[in-house]
């Protein structure tokens, strides 16, 4: 069975759900000081070459049915430093996840037995169409929320999401190195950097404009390297700040069996876990205080081959200035049932209410189930009124620095989940096709002649 991680998962958890989740595992999983017999014979007696914190992970882990972790470990006296290398690689993950291993396998199994029955996350939800501001690409209004953008971004901070390898584009680098146009052949990082230089110095900013950048394992060297060689293309060394993903164990199963590495059976297979740790990293790292205490008021996050996004991006700091918008997710125009998420106002039977992503394979038939019999269908603008969520956010920082916490969850997105039902969350999207906001490189050359060929976009 091919490995599953927790990152594909559409459920995401809320902060609330992350407490719980730790509070639980600490009470089912609670450690004795001494291993018992079964313990001892599932470690195959090496309980004893382990002491305080590594033997009561090693207990929690078996306690969490990640017995087959130990299965292949020798008597003590062999192969003693493998066992304690996956030991120290269990304790690394433990460490950096909230609410530690116990948490993660916690809500894996749960999320995974969700889905398996089905379970509908939006139970009890009905949609309606989100607020959010529909702009034509240079008219009046665009032009004029572009001018009060321009003046918001002298408080700006800029977060680049860039944590992914080119190979499946063909590429062996990494995609913030790929040329981003034929004319100059700049990077896409050239062209992110120069944006941002340009918003500093049309808003007559009185600092230099913040830029942070979440790297991986697989990025982070890479980047530095890019930034270096290139003099940070124009930018103050410490204008730009690198902020590396930790990666979460892979799942061998539906049932949330940690992988081991068919190569290597003392090592974990891992992954980052998704883009939403770029909440719990800017946190953590005390950035997101230091640029609040800085004055900083909006944070703009945007992603690593999507070249157009910096069209959207003043006009939409425009939009949450003038509305004082806690969340502003910048969409495209969607085409009904098109196979990406909507941004969609829910209401709970409770009273409780938030605007947050859709996917596209639980929006129709959660309009169908709630008054809705044709489901996600056009308006008179040819589109569905239930607009693309790309994952590129405008956050307020004084309600993002207050309510986010280190919580991530798989997507960027997900964020207005933490805030409460008083919170202004809209989006700003841009019409024209040619000037949407959203063009990511996702296909190698073969793939994009061959969805040329067929008709279909070759993003």
């Known amino acids: 069975m091919p490995r599953v991680s927790t990152s594909k998962l559409t459920a995401v958890l809320s902060a609330g759900a992350l407490a719980f989740a730790a509070a639980y595992a600490y009470r089912v999983y609670k450690r004795r000081d001494e291993p018992s017999a079964e313990e001892q014979a599932a470690l195959k007696d090496n309980a004893q070459l382990f002491k305080g914190k590594e033997l009561k992970l090693l207990q929690q882990l078996l306690q969490l049915d990640q017995r087959h972790l130990f299965d292949n470990w020798k008597p003590p006296g062999e192969e003693d430093a493998e066992k304690a290398r996956l030991v120290e690689q269990l304790q690394q993950l433990d460490q950096t996840y909230p609410g530690g291993l116990a948490a993660y396998v916690s809500n894996a199994k749960r999320l995974l037995a969700d889905s398996k029955a089905g379970a509908n996350p939006f139970e009890g939800y009905t949609p309606s169409v989100p607020q959010g501001e529909n702009l034509d690409f240079g008219s009046a209004e665009f032009q004029e929320l572009e001018r009060e953008g321009v003046k918001a971004a002298s408080n700006a901070a800029f977060v680049l999401v860039a944590g992914g390898l080119g190979e499946r584009l063909g590429f062996s680098g990494i995609k913030l190195a790929l040329p981003a146009d034929t004319a100059r052949g700049a990077c896409f990082l050239q ?269």
């Open 191 to 459: 062209v992110y950097i120069e944006s941002i230089l340009a918003l500093q110095k049309s808003s007559g900013a009185s600092s230099p404009l913040p830029l942070a950048i979440m790297t991986s394992d697989d990025t982070h060297a890479l980047t530095e390297q890019l930034l270096e060689e290139h003099s940070h293309f124009g930018m103050q060394p410490d204008q730009v700040t690198l902020l590396k993903q930790a990666k979460v164990a892979c799942l061998s199963d539906t049932d949330a069996h940690l992988a081991l590495d068919p190569k290597d059976g003392f090592k974990l297979q891992t992954k980052p876990h998704g883009h939403g740790d770029v909440h719990a990293l800017l946190h953590g790292s005390g950035l997101l205080s230091k640029w609040q205490q800085q004055g900083v008021r909006w944070v703009a996050f945007f992603q690593d081959t999507n070249g157009l996004v910096f069209r959207a991006i003043p006009a939409a700091l425009g939009v949450s200035a003038q509305q004082n918008l806690d969340v502003n997710s910048i969409a495209v125009p969607r085409a009904a049932k098109e196979a990406i998420g909507g941004i969609a106002r829910l209401t709970h039977s409770s009273g409780r209410a938030m605007t947050i992503n859709v996917e596209y394979n639980q929006l129709d038939p959660l309009l169908r189930a709630t008054g809705h019999p044709d489901g996600d269908v056009a308006d008179s603008s040819g589109f569905s009124p239930y607009p693309g969520n790309i994952n590129q956010l405008i956050l307020k920082v004084d309600s993002y620095a207050g309510d986010a916490g280190p919580h991530p969850g798989p997507h960027s997105g997900d964020f207005p989940r933490e805030l409460p039902d008083d919170a202004k969350v809209g989006f700003t999207s841009i019409n024209q096709v040619w000037g949407q906001q959203y063009s990511p490189v996702r296909n190698s050359p073969e793939d994009a002649r061959a969805k040329h060929k067929s008709g279909t976009r070759t993003l």
